[in-house]
């Protein structure tokens, strides 16, 4: 009897010490700072990146811009998401549809303002001042860059200082952040290069770098819009290809 009870004391004992720890453990971690998480940046981008912020790729946030800020309009998804009532603003530059009250697809991508009347500018600040107060600001939108084959060939990888680029029919990327596989010693060193006829054929020939396209068959003009859509969904698009200018004579 006697061990039976210094058993039931030794168990009680150990349940009270097990307790007492559990409790010192909560109450340390109910003080400790709650971890916050990074809110969500785009930074500087372009129209065309914004646009395919739209909601149809459920791994981006829905985005639109006012007067070239941008704004995460995500938290109201169902207003602005696929098939909802706004989401013809969704990965749109909508000033100009604020202004105007309008819906209408010629004035959605627009910051045409310069014809603008006193009463739709004062909707338009009205507008600006409900975004500022309802959602986070996440960016600004920057022009399209105009580059040349010569100058698209400087951002190749092999300068540090230069972000990575490279084109697909015209449309230029910067895939700084992909540069284990596009840069100079990856799977796909295509950095610095228009490389539509190469990703079409899956090819990895340097000497298919180019946009010679019009005599691919159905599947590789498959593939070529599959890469495309990749692209478009991993990598900020920043400019498009011009002719090269003509050198300058004496």
Same mark, same amino acid.
């Not at 991508?109 to 014809?115: A, E, F, I, R, T």
């Given at each position: 009897?006697?061990?039976?009870?210094m058993?039931?004391?030794v168990l009680?004992l150990?349940?009270v010490v097990?307790?007492?720890v559990?409790?010192?453990?909560?109450?340390?971690?109910?003080?400790?700072t709650?971890i916050?998480?990074?809110k969500?940046?785009?930074?500087?981008?372009?129209?065309?990146?914004?646009?395919t912020?739209?909601?149809?790729?459920?791994?981006?946030p829905?985005?639109?811009a006012?007067?070239r800020?941008?704004?995460?309009?995500?938290?109201?998804?169902?207003?602005?998401?696929?098939?909802k009532?706004?989401h013809?603003?969704?990965?749109q530059?909508?000033s100009?549809?604020?202004?105007?009250?309008s819906?209408?697809k010629?004035?959605?991508?627009s910051?045409?303002?310069?014809?603008?009347?006193?009463?739709?500018?004062?909707?338009?600040?009205a507008a600006?001042?409900?975004?500022?107060?309802?959602? @986070?600001?996440?960016?600004?939108i920057?022009?399209?860059?105009?580059?040349?084959l010569?100058?698209?060939?400087k951002h190749s990888?092999?300068d540090?200082s230069?972000?990575?680029?490279?084109?697909?029919?015209?449309?230029?990327?910067?895939i700084?952040?992909g540069?284990?596989?596009?840069?100079?010693?990856?799977?796909y060193?295509?950095?610095?290069?228009?490389?539509?006829?190469?990703?079409a054929l899956?090819?990895t020939?340097?000497? @298919?770098?180019?946009?010679?396209?019009?005599d691919?068959?159905?599947?590789e003009?498959?593939?070529?819009?599959?890469?495309?859509?990749?692209?478009?969904?991993?990598?900020?698009?920043?400019?498009?290809?011009?002719?090269t200018?003509p050198?300058?004579?004496?």
């Amino acid at each position: 009897d006697d061990f039976a009870t210094m058993d039931f004391l030794v168990l009680i004992l150990v349940g009270v010490v097990i307790g007492l720890v559990l409790l010192v453990f909560w109450q340390a971690s109910s003080a400790s700072t709650p971890i916050e998480v990074a809110k969500f940046k785009v930074g500087e981008i372009t129209l065309e990146t914004l646009s395919t912020y739209s909601g149809y790729d459920y791994t981006k946030p829905i985005l639109v811009a006012v007067n070239r800020v941008v704004y995460d309009v995500t938290k109201h998804a169902h207003k602005f998401g696929p098939g909802k009532e706004l989401h013809m603003y969704a990965g749109q530059e909508i000033s100009r549809a604020l202004a105007k009250g309008s819906r209408e697809k010629e004035d959605l991508g627009s910051g045409q303002l310069h014809d603008l009347g006193a009463e739709q500018v004062e909707r338009l600040q009205a507008a600006v001042t409900e975004m500022n107060s309802d959602y @986070d600001v996440v960016g600004e939108i920057v022009d399209m860059k105009e580059i040349s084959l010569e100058d698209l060939g400087k951002h190749s990888g092999h300068d540090p200082s230069r972000p990575m680029y490279l084109s697909i029919l015209g449309t230029v990327y910067d895939i700084t952040r992909g540069k284990n596989f596009y840069g100079p010693d990856g799977m796909y060193p295509f950095a610095g290069k228009e490389c539509a006829r190469a990703l079409a054929l899956m090819s990895t020939d340097l000497a @298919d770098c180019n946009d010679n396209v019009s005599d691919l068959q159905y599947m590789e003009r498959e593939n070529l819009r599959e890469w495309q859509a990749k692209f478009n969904s991993k990598y900020p698009i920043v400019g498009r290809i011009v002719p090269t200018p003509p050198a300058k004579t004496e």
